[in-house]
């Protein structure tokens, strides 16, 4: 029954900078790993961030150092910071998220492909461009 909104997107000119938001319903995101997709023009979906429950990131090498995942759990919501954009960001940014822990009781980190999620929001789209 957890469903996820993705909201936060818009048209930015490069340099700029957005934040998303990916919030939950249904369930409590503590105990969840939440993922960050993006998808461009006429091509396959790509991990940009993920957040395991327990707190602990990854970031993709084409985003380090620009965007920044985190989580407010009061909120039920995790963020995607995103500044100095680039035109090649552009695209349907969709947020992800599954159990964060394996069959054993131990947590589980977060992983940067899509085939480790469960549940999808529908996306929202960023635009890049001058």
């Known amino acids: 029954q957890l469903q996820l909104v993705e909201s936060g997107g818009g048209s930015v000119q490069p340099g700029g900078s957005l934040r998303l938001s990916c919030v939950a319903s249904?369930?409590?995101?503590?105990?969840?790993?939440i993922g960050w997709f993006r998808q461009a023009p006429g091509k396959e979906r790509e991990g940009v961030s993920c957040?395991?429950?327990?707190?602990?990131?990854i970031n993709a090498d084409s985003v380090k150092g620009r965007f920044t995942i985190f989580r407010d759990n009061a909120k039920n919501t995790v963020y995607l910071q995103m500044n100095s954009l680039k035109p090649e960001d552009t695209g349907v940014y969709y947020c992800?998220?599954?159990?964060?822990?394996?069959?054993?009781?131990?947590?589980?980190?977060?992983?940067?492909?899509?085939?480790?999620?469960?549940?999808w929001g529908q996306g929202t789209q960023v635009t890049v461009s001058s």
């Open positions: 992800a998220a599954e159990w964060g822990f394996a069959a054993t009781g131990i947590v589980r980190a977060c992983k940067m492909t899509e085939y480790a999620y469960d549940y």
């Open positions: 957040i395991s429950s327990y707190d602990t990131s």
């Open positions: 249904g369930v409590t995101l503590d105990n969840f790993n």
